[in-house]
């Protein structure tokens, strides 16, 4: 009697989520480097999560760091309707405003910060994001732009309410 042994199509799911598949997507881009070009990040190898991202060029001061991108999921989730705006112009307590709270670590670490959280938006509901910064490089060792992703749920349910809760002047910028 002759066994033959089948193969199985295994087929290995794609990674979904958005931290992950841009910290990968760095690392590969990147080889040798310190951290890659930004010639070397084609926003078509991400184009099923480009909607969640952002991409800066950093300024100083800090504040007037101007965003080239910033995708239409991102930006509906912050209000934001025009992407070429600076980061004092985000508005303070949005999705946003809490994915570029860690760019001067990026700057002066020069490493990929990955933050998650919650807070309270300003209708109340309770936000909970992911998000990642990662510095990209124009020539040599200095960072020409940072690269970002956020994803986050929103409960708005009556029980996760809490009516003003967002608007405290502890959240301004």
């Known amino acids: 009697m002759e066994y ?3 193969r199985a199509s295994i087929t290995v ?3 979904r989520r958005l931290n992950m598949r841009l910290m990968a ?3 590969d881009r990147r080889a040798e480097s310190r951290f890659p070009s930004i010639a070397d ?3 078509d190898d991400l184009s099923d999560i480009w909607r969640h991202c952002f991409t800066l060029d ?3 001061p800090r504040e007037r760091s101007t965003f080239r991108y910033v995708g239409d999921a991102i930006a509906a989730q912050s209000g934001v309707a025009d992407s070429e705006i600076t980061l004092d112009q985000v508005a303070a307590n949005s999705l946003l405003d809490h994915a570029t709270r860690n760019v001067d670590e990026v700057l002066s ?3 990929p910060v990955i933050r998650s959280g919650e807070f309270v938006n300003d209708d109340g509901a309770t936000v909970s994001f992911r998000s990642i910064l990662l510095p990209l490089s124009g020539a040599r060792d200095s960072i020409e732009c940072v ?3 956020a994803r986050c749920t929103i409960d ?3 029980s996760a309410r809490r009516p003003g809760a967002g608007k405290t002047a502890g959240n301004a910028k």
């Open 13 to 15: 799911p794609r990674e």
């Open 109 to 111: 670490q020069k490493v």
């Open 147 to 149: 690269i970002g992703g």
């Open 4 to 6: 033959t042994r089948a």
């Open 156 to 158: 708005d349910s009556p």
């Open 41 to 43: 990040f084609d926003p």
């Open 25 to 27: 997507l760095w690392w």
């Open 58 to 60: 950093p300024r100083e």
